[in-house]
């Protein structure tokens, strides 16, 4: 079942099959639909075994980054005599995305027991949920399931009669996008401002409290228990394009599109396909122009690389963006870019931590630039400053965000400069006023 | 030491070898390269938020934080190449974008590391075309002010009261180019150390309100000195415009003081430039003291001494030179000596092992006590019927005066080597005029046996003499032949004289200082010191 939408026959649900199905959040409701089974079996099993299947499957972080889970998991070291610690990012700020929403809203005992199978197999016997500040739902949903779930004896100390400990905690943030940063997670996470650290020491060596912690995001480790359930094999056999990306993936969709939403598709999946079938396309009587596909953070598509791309890890790598978190951004022909790319910087510059110089600066003085030339006061060496400033801001600070600020600003810069110099020649925003559709594309030419 | 493998590399061009763990940024300045930084800082925590030290690392993809990376076998580094330069210039001209550039106002003028740096790599001009941030000046109590536009959010401030004097007091307060310094509610700059984030900040952010617009920093003459307002002795450096102290900062000395010097050592060097100095040789005639030659004066204390017991009140705050030719006229003449220490509130900086504003508000009371005077709060209770009372520098400012004046009714006659005449003392037969420590060179021995140097900062006023070189007159007419041209030709008798000095040598000293033998732990390392120089 999808949600808000019924499912697409071409959709793959798995994380998604009970959106939107009331009855499915209660553990009551969560069990007759198979829930725990996944980690009664985990708790029998070496924690190594665990780890060897999640390897097997081909299961990569859904946050963004796409690093192998099995790889990451196998770099906590058994036995090395100091807690380990599961961290799971339910900090779930990227523009565009709310598939971890979605998961916490409808099904929080997937989580839970996604947390517990990871947390016991990475020698860990606590997972803190850190759930950004906004979602009240979310949190309600989860501090629920954990509720329950102690109550039932699924968590605690000995976690269904298994005789070993796995606790989880909910904690909320306060409200900032960098706390989705690991490193600035963790530091919130102990009470300090959410500032990333500087990496080495990885989270693996030196993280939450200082002990190995490993961090998966939402839709990771609530695909685990499918994993074991169903064995690796299954689950790499989800895979239409590049063996290396398998599995089905949760794609949030929004902006200029005429169904709205989340949708779950195989690896693999045409992108063409995705956005005209499933999601019906852009809105009556316009056309799609740009599609930001993984989040704000990730160069932006023309709609001619977006109907070539093939959706995997690889086929956004080789249409020159990222799959990121899985948040697709439409934009249509009645957009004006420059507007959309103010507005992302604007982001960026409102959320930057303001360690680095760089990214302090940087993403106001971007930010600064691009709101002029959308007022028409631009000139065509602010372009060329633009660029200036986006190379000065790419990897050069602790963190990814200043990259993040540049990425759109690059990209749009390169893509669709006509509309860039129709500012500045026309001294004014060649959309505001004028009629969708061929207006807009007569005002650009002009 | 641990033997810890070393690691050898080349930092522009020169192979280097460090201990493994060592930072590419100070390797680099064991090799005398300097990278170009600002949020680092040798006695803080490694922030690695300036972005300022990214140096270029052959076969890495990316711009490497010198101060936040471990150096690693048979890497090159390059801290000159046209990548790593364009990085700093990128760096300082976001520094730069929302900066007042008020430098012609500006107190750190002169003395900025933006200021530097920008000259030396930064920009021609700004391409920043839209308004600037501006933000208010704020009072963060105690002795600083904080200049928010010019600040560059090195955090080094924030790392200081936090890790260092844990009182964290300061913090980074909103975000992206909003954040300023910030300081929690009802809470103060008050720390007794606080004042050192004054001399971290690398910009005109924090500025001390006592040196508020008192100078341009390229008037300032400077001199290598011992901080004198407590028994630390924390190295420090003097700073005058046209005679005049006015500013006190610290002289990093690992084994002292760190970095650091307290906000007491700091505030208090007024004393150093007081007017109400006995500027020449007086002696008594006809009830009244008149002005003399030295050599009058020398000659009417020896007349004085002659055939009596001296009773030496001697300051803490004198130097080992200065207290040792004053044990000599005390034991020649058979008599005796004491010292007071003033006493205040001790005030640790927690984040530095041993290192304190002392109770005991003198340099040198550890001096004195090497030297045979007698630690009393009553220093003159060993004054008897019939001594020649020397008052060596020393006021008893907070002693009752009448009790002051009994006591001293009882001396022979009052010779005053001092540089100021205290109204008890008015009597004196002989006044001998003597530099502060501000304007002679000399020693003090700190509170764990330090032997410190101290350079001159200032010309003393008239005809005013070092008191060891007045002492040494003094002696040559009581019939010692004490010829000493310079405070090390004191310090050489010293050593030969007295065995908790023995084998130290003045110029061996150097500007750290070494520690007195026979104090303890010190022994070993101030014999190793001593037998390793050529």
């Known amino acids: 079942m999808g949600f808000p939408h019924r499912s697409h026959p071409r959709e793959t649900p ?67 005599g100091k807690p380990h610690y599961l961290c799971c990012n339910a900090d779930e700020s990227e523009p565009g995305t709310f598939k971890d929403r979605e998961i916490m809203r409808w099904t929080p005992h997937a989580l839970v027991e996604g947390c517990a199978i990871g947390a016991y197999a990475i020698g860990a016997e606590t997972a803190y949920v ?226 680095c110089t760089q990214c302090r600066e940087g993403t106001a003085w971007t930010t600064k630039i691009m709101e002029r030339i959308e007022a028409g006061q631009g000139t065509r060496e602010d372009l060329d400053t633009l660029l200036e400033i986006a190379d000065n801001m790419t990897g050069k600070t602790i963190c990814v965000l200043s990259d993040s600020c540049a990425v759109p600003v690059v990209s749009g810069i390169q893509k669709f400069r006509d509309e860039f110099e129709a500012h500045i020649t026309q001294q004014r925003c060649p959309f505001r006023g004028a009629a969708a559709g061929g207006g807009v594309a007569t005002a650009v030419a002009a | 030491m641990t033997d810890r493998k070393m690691i050898t590399l080349t930092i522009e061009g020169r192979q280097v070898q460090v201990p493994e763990g060592t930072s590419m940024l100070e390797a680099a300045r064991s090799a005398g390269v300097l990278i170009p930084h600002y949020c680092y800082h040798p006695g803080l ?114 790392r200081f009261m936090d890790d260092v004097a844990h009182d ?175 006493q205040g509130a001790e005030a640790p900086l927690p984040g530095v092992p041993d290192l304190a504003l002392r109770a005991d508000r003198a340099a040198n009371g550890r001096g004195a006590e090497l030297l045979g005077f007698s630690r009393s709060e009553t220093p003159l209770e060993g004054l008897r019927n019939g001594d020649v009372l020397i008052v060596a520098d020393e006021e008893l400012a907070g002693i009752d005066p009448a009790s002051v004046a009994t006591a001293v009714a009882r001396a022979a006659s009052i010779i005053v080597v001092g540089t100021t005449l205290p109204a008890w003392a008015s009597g004196a037969a002989v006044v001998l005029p003597v530099a502060n420590m501000a304007e002679e060179d000399g020693t003090f021995t700190n509170l764990r046996g330090r032997v410190q140097r101290y350079l001159q900062a200032k010309q003393a006023p008239g005809l005013v003499r070092p008191a060891w070189s007045a002492l040494g007159d003094l002696l040559t007419a009581l019939g010692e032949s004490a010829l000493y041209f310079l405070p090390s030709d004191v310090f050489a008798a010293l050593a030969a004289a007295v065995p908790a000095f023995a084998g130290l040598d003045y110029d061996r000293l150097g500007l750290v200082g070494v520690p007195v033998a026979g104090d303890g732990a010190a022994t070993a390392a101030a014999g190793a010191l001593v037998g390793a120089a050529p």
């Open chain 1, 14 to 80: 798995v994380l998604s099959q009970h959106f939107g199905d009331p009855d499915a959040r209660s553990l009551a409701g969560w069990r007759q639909r198979g829930g725990y089974r996944a980690l009664e079996q985990a708790l029998t099993m070496e924690p190594a075994a665990i780890v060897g299947i999640v390897k097997e499957s081909g299961l990569r972080g859904r946050g963004g980054a796409g690093f192998p889970t099995g790889l990451k998991w196998s770099f906590m070291k058994p036995g090395d």
């Open chain 2, 45 to 158: 925590p490694v922030a690695g938020v300036c972005r300022m030290c990214l140096v270029e690392v052959e076969k890495a993809p990316k711009l490497a934080p010198a101060c936040a990376t471990a150096v690693a076998d048979g890497q090159v580094i390059h801290v000159h190449s046209d990548k790593a330069r364009e990085a700093r210039t990128g760096v300082l001209e976001m520094l730069l974008i929302n900066h007042p550039l008020d430098c012609p106002i500006c107190d750190q003028s002169g003395e900025c590391e933006l200021q530097d740096y920008t000259y030396a790599e930064g920009r021609k001009s700004s391409r920043y075309r839209e308004a600037k941030r501006f933000n208010p000046v704020e009072d963060f109590g105690g002795d600083v002010l904080y200049v928010p536009n010019r600040c560059i959010l090195c955090t080094r401030c924030v």
């Open chain 2, 168 to 342: 964290p007091v300061l913090n980074v307060s909103e975000r992206g180019d909003r954040a300023v310094i910030g300081k929690f509610e009802d809470q103060d700059l008050t720390h007794p150390w606080a004042g050192n984030v004054v001399d971290l900040c690398p910009v005109g952010a924090l500025l001390s309100k006592d040196f508020l617009n008192k100078a341009r920093s390229w008037d300032l003459d400077r001199a290598a000195s011992i901080c004198p307002n407590c028994s630390q002795g924390c190295n420090a450096t003097l700073e005058t415009r046209d005679n005049v102290v006015v500013r006190i900062r610290p002289r990093p000395n690992d084994e002292v003081n760190r970095y650091f010097l307290c906000d007491e050592g700091r505030l208090d060097y007024r004393w150093l430039n007081r007017r109400d100095r006995i500027e020449y040789p007086h002696v008594r005639r006809d009830h009244a003291l008149a002005p003399v030659e030295w050599e009058i004066a020398v000659d009417a204390a020896a007349v004085a001494l002659r055939g009596r017991q001296a009773f030496v009140l001697a300051s803490p705050g004198l130097s080992n030179e200065t207290l040792f030719l004053l044990a000599r006229i005390r034991d020649r003449t058979g008599g005796r000596g004491a010292f007071r220490v003033r």
């Open chain 1, 130 to 355: 850190y759930i950004r500040g906004e979602f009240t739902e979310p949190l309600q949903r989860m501090t629920d399931a954990v509720r329950e779930a102690y109550a039932e004896g699924i968590l605690g100390p000995n976690a269904l009669g298994s005789g070993k400990r796995v606790d989880v905690y909910v904690h909320k943030g306060a409200g900032a996008y960098i706390c989705g940063e690991e490193t600035a997670l963790m530091n919130s996470l102990e009470g300090r401002r959410g500032n990333p650290r500087i990496k080495p020491p990885f989270p693996a060596v030196a993280g939450l409290f200082g002990k190995p912690t490993t961090i998966n995001n939402v839709e990771t480790l609530a695909a685990v228990p499918h994993i074991i359930n169903n064995g690796a094999e299954w689950y790499k056999a989800m895979c239409q394009g590049n063996p290396k990306s398998t599995g089905t993936k949760l794609y949030s969709v929004c902006g200029n599109i005429a169904r709205p939403g989340n949708y779950e598709v195989v690896m693999g999946f045409p992108f063409k396909d995705f956005l005209y079938d499933l999601c019906g396309g852009p809105p009556p009587g316009r056309r799609f122009k740009a599609i930001i596909p993984g989040g704000s953070s990730v160069p932006i598509q023309t709609i001619a690389e977006a109907e070539a791309t093939v959706m995997d890890y690889e086929g956004f790598v080789a249409e020159g963006t990222m799959l990121g978190s899985g948040g697709v951004i439409c934009i249509d022909d009645a957009q004006c870019m420059v507007k959309q790319i103010a507005r992302l910087a604007r982001f960026y510059a409102h959320e930057s931590c303001a360690q």
